[in-house]
C-alpha cells in the first residue's frame, strides 16, 4: 500500500469523464489532500487525515508538502517511432522554406521514411524506449504513437509490431494508431491514387488483422492528403473496425476540422487554422481537439490554434506533444504547458484537464486513467510545485518529482 498524505495540491481531474467548454476550468483540486493505492489501483482519496483509516503492517507513506500531485499525465498525439533526425532543415527553416516545400522537395517526413525504413526492429525499439523513459521522467504514463514513417505494407506494420513491443516492454503504456496516410512515398509520387489503393485494399485490411492499431489518423492538409480522400481512408479504417482521428487544419483551412465533425472522428489533431464552422462542428458533434501548441511554436508562423474559442465554443481540448524529429522534437508534456498558456491562454486548470482526462478520452481510455479518482489505475505524477499556477509558471525545468505506474514509484528523483 502507498499512501500519499499532506499534498498541498491535489489535481484529481474527477467527473464524469471528457469536460468541455467551461467544465474544463474546474480540475477538482482539493488543498491538504491524500491518496491511498492498493494492488495497483487508487483505493481512497479525500482531505486530511482519512487515510488513517487504512491500516497495514508495512505501507509506504509519501509526503505531499509543498506538492502538486495530478494524474499521470497522457500524450495523445506522438509519432514516437522512427529513425534519424532533421535537424539538417533548421537553417532551411530558418531560411523561411516552408514545412510543406521541404516535403514536396523529397525532405522533411519523406526523409525520415528513408532513414526509419534502414532500421531494424530492434534499433526503433531502442530509439523509441529512449524517448518513452524520457517521457516518464516528465511525468507521462500513457502516451499514443502513430505509424506512418513505412509507407509500404511490410514497413507499416514494422512500426505497429514496435509500438506492441513497446507496449509490453516499458513502464509507460503505448496506444497504436494506423497512419498509413502520413505521406505520399517517392515510389508513388507520380501514382497517388494506386497509393491510396494500397492503403485501403492492403494495409488496413492486414492491420485489422494482426489486431496491431485501435486507431487510424490521415494527414488531411493541402499538399498531402485532400478530404475528399481522407474520408475515404478514414471510411476503410471505419468498417476495419478502426476508431478515427484526423490530423486537420494544420497549415491551411481545407475543412479537416468539418470533416472531423462529418464523420463524428473520436479527435481531430493540430486545428491551428481550423474555420469558425469547423470548430462548432467538432463541438457538436463531440470531437475532442487535440492541440499541439509546441508545434505551433516550433513552426514559427507565430500562429496557435484558437483555445480560447474553442473552449468558449463548447469543445473538449486535449492536449499532446507531437513527438516527432520534425516539427516537435520534444518529449515534454511540461514544454506542452508553457506553450499551451503562455502561447494559447489556456488557464492552468483547462491544462491539466487537457493532458490528463481529456488526453485519455481522446485514446479511449477515460475509464482506467486520466483522473484521481476510486477504482482507477494508480498513474499519478508529484510535482515540486507548491500549486498548480506554480507549476505553469515556473517554466523550461522538469518539476517532476516522483512517476507512479500501476501502484509502482517508477520514477524519484529525490
Ligand atoms: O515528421 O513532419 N505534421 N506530421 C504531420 C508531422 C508533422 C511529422 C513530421
Ligand atoms: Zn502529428
Not at 471528457?18 to 493505492?37: L, P, R, T
Not at 517511432?81 to 521541404?102: A, H, Q, T, W
Not at 481529456?358 to 508529484?382: F, L, Q, T
Amino acid at each position: 500500500m502507498i499512501i500519499i498524505k499532506d499534498i498541498s495540491c491535489l489535481v484529481t481531474c474527477a467527473g464524469e469523464g471528457k469536460k468541455s467548454g467551461g467544465e474544463m476550468n474546474d480540475a477538482g483540486i482539493i488543498k491538504n489532500g491524500y491518496i491511498v493505492i492498493k494492488n495497483n489501483r487508487i483505493a481512497d482519496v479525500g482531505m486530511g487525515g482519512g487515510y488513517l483509516k487504512w491500516k497495514d503492517n508495512n505501507p509506504i507513506v509519501i509526503s505531499g508538502k509543498g506538492k502538486t500531485v495530478t494524474p499521470g499525465l497522457v500524450d495523445p498525439h506522438t509519432h514516437l517511432v522512427y529513425g534519424g533526425s532533421r535537424e539538417g532543415e533548421l537553417l532551411l527553416k530558418l531560411n523561411n522554406v516552408s514545412y510543406i516545400d521541404i516535403l514536396k522537395s523529397g525532405g522533411g517526413i519523406l526523409s525520415t521514411v528513408e532513414s526509419t525504413r534502414r532500421a531494424s526492429i530492434e534499433e526503433l525499439v531502442e530509439v523509441s524506449m529512449g524517448r518513452l523513459n524520457k517521457m516518464l521522467q516528465y511525468g507521462t504514463t500513457t502516451v499514443e504513437s502513430k505509424s506512418g514513417y513505412g509507407l509500404s505494407t511490410e514497413e507499416e506494420l514494422k512500426l505497429l509490431k514496435v509500438n506492441q513491443i513497446l507496449n509490453n516492454k516499458s513502464e509507460v503504456d503505448v496506444v497504436s494508431t494506423f497512419m498509413g496516410a502520413h505521406a505520399v512515398p517517392n515510389e508513388y509520387l507520380n501514382n497517388r491514387e494506386g497509393y491510396i489503393d494500397l492503403i485501403i485494399n492492403d494495409m488496413i485490411p492486414r492491420v485489422k488483422e494482426g489486431g496491431y492499431a485501435e486507431f487510424i489518423d490521415c494527414f488531411c492538409e493541402k499538399g498531402v492528403f485532400s478530404v475528399e480522400e481522407t474520408r475515404r481512408i478514414l471510411y476503410a479504417g471505419r468498417t476495419n473496425g478502426l476508431r478515427l482521428k484526423l490530423h486537420g487544419d494544420e497549415v491551411e483551412a481545407i475543412g479537416g476540422a468539418e470533416l472531423a465533425g462529418n464523420m463524428k472522428c473520436i479527435s481531430a489533431e493540430h486545428l491551428i487554422a481550423a474555420s469558425d464552422e469547423g470548430i462548432k462542428s467538432l463541438a457538436k458533434n463531440g470531437v475532442i481537439a487535440v492541440l499541439l501548441p509546441a508545434t505551433a511554436f516550433y513552426l514559427m508562423k507565430g500562429r496557435y490554434a484558437r483555445a480560447r474559442y474553442m473552449i468558449d465554443n463548447g469543445v473538449s481540448v486535449a492536449l499532446a506533444t507531437d513527438c516527432n524529429p520534425g516539427t516537435c522534437p520534444t518529449e515534454s508534456m511540461q514544454t506542452v504547458m508553457s506553450f499551451a498558456c503562455f502561447g494559447m491562454g489556456m488557464k492552468p486548470e483547462e491544462i491539466i484537464n487537457a493532458m490528463t482526462i481529456n488526453a485519455a478520452a481522446a485514446i479511449g481510455r477515460e475509464c482506467e486513467i486520466g483522473s484521481i479518482e476510486v477504482g482507477k489505475k494508480a498513474d499519478i505524477a508529484i510535482f515540486n510545485a507548491k500549486n498548480l499556477n506554480y507549476l505553469i509558471y515556473h517554466f523550461g525545468i522538469n518539476a517532476v518529482e516522483k512517476v507512479i505506474k500501476n501502484g509502482n514509484i517508477v520514477i524519484s528523483n529525490v
